[in-house]
């Protein structure tokens, strides 16, 4: 499939786009942008959609993710503070898919390399954690704390030993495997330590569970640096740690949360860091597990075995 729709693909071609179709059924309008751009397999920019012009971005996805994307941004976004994508409606299509449709973030991504995009980035997330945590939790989003990262930790050791058991591999890439499901072993033979961290029964908040660079815009306004993250469809109740892997700057974290009243010491946002990074790492194995036995496997092994030092070295600062 091809990246882009040209730019001068005929009018009617446009308007019958299925995300054109999607959008004027559910606005009622019958508008027809200026150029269509594929973002990813299913997420496209709508250029001058909208009456003002300015452009949308439809995305195809399950029911559950844009019912859960609706409910995080109109009722518990606007609880934060912070400028927010606007999620103007969704559009189901037969019984498990629906067109999202929300705000164009731009084109300018959260880069670890930036200082400011580091700084105003973890004061988002700060803000996120403070003024939600103990809110009453929408029983509609799913459970997102470390009892769901022990079941990826295990769902994915058991497809690696069955990719060892099963696989014709390299004697480098059975090497990979072993060490990953070693590091599994690792990490679960240490998880109180990882509850002790994240203080057991401590602050319960909203989390966007793949709070990284590839989600995060940032936009520059005339007053300030806008943070806007995408794709909550990882989202769910659970400890500040489980978004803290990446994109943080812990003075800068602090210093926001602190303007929302919570009390949160140095040294728990270390605690709650550290365990983030571990997380990280257990989510990115499950990803690449899911595909060794589905897809080509020399790609998954090559993701895990990227992984792997990192790993090795987030569990350490612990363990």
Same mark, same amino acid.
């Given at each position: 499939?091809?990246?882009?729709?040209?730019?001068?693909?005929?009018?009617?071609?446009?308007?019958?786009h299925?995300?054109?179709?999607a959008?004027?059924?559910?606005?009622?309008?019958s508008?027809?942008?200026?150029?269509i751009?594929?973002?990813?397999?299913?997420?496209?920019?709508?250029?001058g959609?909208?009456?003002?012009?300015?452009?949308?971005i439809?995305?195809?996805c399950?029911?559950?993710?844009?019912?859960?994307?609706?409910v995080?941004?109109?009722?518990?976004?606007?609880?934060?503070?912070?400028?927010?994508l606007?999620?103007?409606?969704?559009?189901?299509?037969?019984?498990?898919?629906?067109?999202?449709?929300?705000e164009?973030?731009?084109?300018?991504?959260?880069?670890?390399?930036?200082?400011g995009?580091?700084?105003?980035?973890?004061?988002?997330?700060?803000a996120?954690?403070?003024?939600?945590?103990?809110?009453?939790?929408?029983?509609?989003?799913?459970?997102?704390?470390?009892?769901?990262?022990?079941?990826?930790?295990?769902a994915?050791?058991?497809?690696?030993?069955?990719?060892?058991?099963? +696989? %014709? /591999?390299? @004697?480098?890439?059975v090497?990979?495997? =072993?060490?990953v *499901?070693? &590091?599994?072993?690792?990490?679960?033979?240490?998880?109180?330590?990882?509850?002790?961290?994240?203080?057991?029964g401590?602050?319960?908040?909203?989390?966007?569970?793949?709070?990284?660079p590839?989600n995060?815009?940032?936009?520059?306004?005339a007053?300030?640096?806008e943070?806007?993250?995408?794709?909550?469809?990882?989202?769910?109740?659970?400890?500040?740690?489980?978004?803290?892997?990446?994109? +943080? %700057? /812990?003075? @800068?974290?602090?210093?926001?949360?602190l =303007?929302?009243? *919570?009390? &949160?010491?140095?040294?728990?946002?270390r605690?709650?860091?550290?365990v983030?990074?571990?997380?990280r790492?257990?989510?990115?194995?499950?990803?690449?597990?899911?595909?060794?036995l589905?897809?080509w496997?020399?790609?998954?092994?090559?993701?895990?075995?990227?992984?792997?030092?990192?790993?090795?070295?987030?569990?350490?600062?612990?363990?």
């Open positions: 499939m091809a990246n882009r729709v040209p730019v001068n693909t005929p009018v009617a071609t446009l308007a019958k299925p995300a054109v179709v959008w004027n059924r559910l606005t009622g309008a508008a027809v942008p200026n150029r751009t594929q973002l990813n397999r299913e997420v496209y920019r709508l250029f959609m909208k009456k003002d012009g300015d452009s949308v439809a995305k195809l399950s029911r559950q993710d844009a019912e859960l994307t609706r995080i941004s109109t009722g518990l976004l606007p609880l934060v503070p912070k400028p927010a606007v999620f103007y409606g969704c559009l189901q299509m037969g019984t498990n898919r629906a067109w999202m449709f929300l164009d973030a731009g084109r300018v991504k959260c880069s670890l390399e930036d200082p995009h580091l700084r105003v980035t973890s004061a988002w997330l700060a996120l954690h403070a003024c939600l945590a103990g809110h009453a939790e929408d029983s509609s989003l799913p459970e997102a704390g470390l009892s769901m990262y022990l079941k990826k930790l295990r994915s050791r058991r497809r690696v030993l069955k990719g060892l058991s099963l +696989l %014709e /591999l390299e @004697a480098e890439e090497a990979t495997l =072993r060490s *499901v070693e &590091w599994f072993d690792h990490v679960e033979n240490e998880w109180d330590k990882l509850d002790a961290l994240v203080g057991g401590g602050p319960r908040t909203l989390v966007h569970g793949d709070f990284a590839k995060i815009f940032v936009r520059q306004t007053g300030a640096l943070v806007l993250p995408i794709d909550w469809e990882f989202a769910g109740w659970g400890p500040p740690a489980v978004d803290m892997g990446e994109c +943080l %700057e /812990l003075a @800068a974290y602090r210093a926001e949360a =303007r929302y009243g *919570v009390t &949160w010491s140095a040294e728990t946002i605690g709650w860091a550290t983030g990074k571990i997380l790492h257990i989510a990115e194995f499950e990803w690449a597990s899911a595909g060794l589905r897809r496997p020399p790609r998954s092994v090559r993701h895990m075995r990227v992984g792997l030092e990192g790993a090795r070295i987030a569990s350490a600062l612990e363990f």
